[in-house]
Protein backbone atom coordinates (compact mmCIF):
# COMPACT_ATOMS: atom_id res chain seq x y z
CA UNK A 1 0.00 0.00 0.00
CA UNK A 2 1.94 3.51 -0.73
CA UNK A 3 0.24 6.93 -0.44
CA UNK A 4 1.53 9.61 -3.08
CA UNK A 5 0.75 12.86 -2.67
CA UNK A 6 1.43 16.05 -4.42
CA UNK A 7 0.59 19.08 -5.61
CA UNK A 8 2.73 21.14 -3.04
CA UNK A 9 5.11 24.31 -3.39
CA UNK A 10 5.49 27.67 -3.01
CA UNK A 11 2.48 30.15 -2.29
CA UNK A 12 2.20 33.48 -1.85
CA UNK A 13 0.03 34.18 1.36
CA UNK A 14 -3.69 34.49 0.53
CA UNK A 15 -3.06 32.23 -2.15
CA UNK A 16 -4.62 28.92 -2.99
CA UNK A 17 -3.27 25.89 -3.36
CA UNK A 18 -4.53 21.91 -4.05
CA UNK A 19 -2.95 19.30 -2.59
CA UNK A 20 -3.85 15.71 -3.59
CA UNK A 21 -2.73 12.31 -2.00
CA UNK A 22 -3.85 8.97 -3.88
CA UNK A 23 -3.56 5.60 -2.26
CA UNK A 24 -2.44 2.56 -4.25
CA UNK A 25 -2.32 -1.39 -3.92
CA UNK A 26 -4.23 -3.80 -2.56
CA UNK A 27 -6.91 -2.79 -0.02
CA UNK A 28 -10.18 -3.87 0.95
CA UNK A 29 -11.79 0.06 2.52
CA UNK A 30 -10.80 3.13 3.05
CA UNK A 31 -12.37 4.34 6.51
CA UNK A 32 -10.99 7.84 6.54
CA UNK A 33 -8.50 9.83 4.94
CA UNK A 34 -6.73 13.09 6.32
CA UNK A 35 -4.00 15.41 5.75
CA UNK A 36 -1.83 16.22 8.48
CA UNK A 37 1.06 18.69 8.61
CA UNK A 38 4.39 19.40 10.64
CA UNK A 39 6.36 23.17 10.96
CA UNK A 40 9.52 23.11 11.85
CA UNK A 41 10.18 22.68 15.72
CA UNK A 42 6.65 21.61 15.86
CA UNK A 43 5.02 18.68 16.47
CA UNK A 44 2.51 17.13 13.36
CA UNK A 45 -0.87 17.97 13.98
CA UNK A 46 -4.49 17.32 12.52
CA UNK A 47 -5.53 19.61 9.85
CA UNK A 48 -8.37 17.61 8.42
CA UNK A 49 -9.88 14.36 7.80
CA UNK A 50 -12.56 12.82 6.11
CA UNK A 51 -14.45 9.47 6.77
CA UNK A 52 -16.02 7.09 4.52
CA UNK A 53 -19.58 9.09 4.62
CA UNK A 54 -17.97 12.28 3.49
CA UNK A 55 -17.91 14.14 6.63
CA UNK A 56 -15.09 16.38 7.24
CA UNK A 57 -13.49 17.17 10.57
CA UNK A 58 -11.04 20.40 10.49
CA UNK A 59 -8.91 22.26 12.42
CA UNK A 60 -10.20 25.13 14.06
CA UNK A 61 -6.88 27.03 12.06
CA UNK A 62 -8.23 26.04 8.60
CA UNK A 63 -11.80 26.45 9.42
CA UNK A 64 -13.27 28.35 6.43
CA UNK A 65 -10.27 28.23 4.46
CA UNK A 66 -9.37 24.32 3.70
CA UNK A 67 -11.87 22.52 2.54
CA UNK A 68 -11.10 18.59 2.29
CA UNK A 69 -12.66 16.08 -0.13
CA UNK A 70 -12.12 12.51 -1.17
CA UNK A 71 -12.81 10.53 -4.21
CA UNK A 72 -13.95 6.93 -3.31
CA UNK A 73 -13.46 5.82 -6.79
CA UNK A 74 -10.44 6.64 -6.98
CA UNK A 75 -8.93 6.36 -3.41
CA UNK A 76 -7.53 10.10 -3.39
CA UNK A 77 -8.19 12.73 -0.96
CA UNK A 78 -7.64 16.58 -2.16
CA UNK A 79 -7.08 19.53 0.21
CA UNK A 80 -8.31 22.53 -1.38
CA UNK A 81 -6.66 25.60 0.62
CA UNK A 82 -7.51 29.29 0.30
CA UNK A 83 -6.31 32.55 1.67
CA UNK A 84 -3.42 30.60 3.01
CA UNK A 85 -1.56 32.34 5.35
CA UNK A 86 2.23 32.04 6.53
CA UNK A 87 1.72 29.88 9.94
CA UNK A 88 0.31 26.97 6.93
CA UNK A 89 3.45 26.73 5.68
CA UNK A 90 5.01 22.68 6.39
CA UNK A 91 5.34 19.29 5.53
CA UNK A 92 2.13 18.07 4.71
CA UNK A 93 1.67 14.16 5.09
CA UNK A 94 -1.79 12.19 3.95
CA UNK A 95 -2.80 9.23 5.89
CA UNK A 96 -5.36 6.67 5.84
CA UNK A 97 -6.74 4.24 7.67
CA UNK A 98 -7.77 1.50 6.35
CA UNK A 99 -8.32 -2.40 5.54
CA UNK A 100 -6.66 -4.58 3.36
CA UNK A 101 -8.89 -7.80 3.60
CA UNK A 102 -12.29 -8.10 4.23
CA UNK A 103 -11.44 -10.89 7.16
CA UNK A 104 -9.51 -7.35 8.66
CA UNK A 105 -10.60 -6.55 12.35
CA UNK A 106 -10.43 -3.28 12.38
CA UNK A 107 -8.54 -0.71 10.05
CA UNK A 108 -4.66 0.51 10.42
CA UNK A 109 -2.58 3.65 9.35
CA UNK A 110 -0.91 4.63 6.58
CA UNK A 111 0.99 7.08 5.81
CA UNK A 112 2.74 9.06 2.79
CA UNK A 113 5.84 10.96 2.55
CA UNK A 114 4.81 14.29 2.88
CA UNK A 115 5.05 17.04 0.29
CA UNK A 116 6.20 20.36 1.63
CA UNK A 117 4.40 23.81 1.51
CA UNK A 118 6.00 27.13 2.09
CA UNK A 119 4.20 30.20 2.24
CA UNK A 120 5.84 33.71 1.25
CA UNK A 121 4.41 37.02 2.81
Known amino acids: VQLQASGGGLVQAGGSLRLSCAVS????????MGWYRQAPGKQRELVAD???????NYADSVKGRFTISRDNAKNTVYLQMNNVKPDDAGVYYC????????????????WGKGTQVTVSS
Open 50 to 56: IISDGRP
Open 25 to 32: GSIFRIES
Open 95 to 110: AADLTLAESDYEASDY
